[in-house]
């Protein structure tokens, strides 16, 4: 059974940084392309940060610059290293995975897999 467990979540103070990390079982990131995606109340989930599962990455505008994805086969881990966050960088924080050889994966519709979230709050 694929699971995806998100954990590095908090409270911080503009400017300041996180580490998400996903953790994953049941699967391994060297065959799924992993994304980052997030939720502020009232909003849709959109698409933050994606991997390929050869390491090619791709960011949304909006965080580009700020935002690093990367991978750890070894721990099959994702993290998502947050820089310079803003307030409006606020929102429950979801990763999301499908198999998926050597792709990057860009819209919510092609993951099959989400883990439960953590919460980022960033205050200004």
């Known amino acids: 059974e694929v699971q995806l467990v998100e954990s590095g979540g908090g409270l911080v103070q503009a400017g300041g940084s996180l580490r998400l990390s996903c953790a994953g079982s049941?699967?391994?990131?060297?065959?799924?392309?992993i994304g980052w995606f997030r939720q502020a109340p009232g909003t849709e989930r959109e698409g933050v940060s994606y991997i390929s599962s050869d390491g090619r990455t791709y960011y949304a505008d909006s965080v580009k610059g700020r935002f690093t994805i990367s991978s750890d086969k070894f721990e099959n881990t994702v993290y998502l290293q947050m820089n310079s966050l803003k307030p409006e960088d606020t929102a429950v924080y979801y990763c999301?995975?499908?198999?998926?050889?050597?792709?990057?994966?860009?819209?919510?519709?092609?993951?099959?897999?989400w883990g439960q979230g953590t919460q980022v709050t960033v205050s200004s």
């Open positions: 999301a995975a499908v198999l998926a050889l050597d792709a990057l994966v860009t819209k919510r519709e092609g993951y099959d897999y």
């Open positions: 049941g699967f391994t990131v060297r065959n799924y392309a």
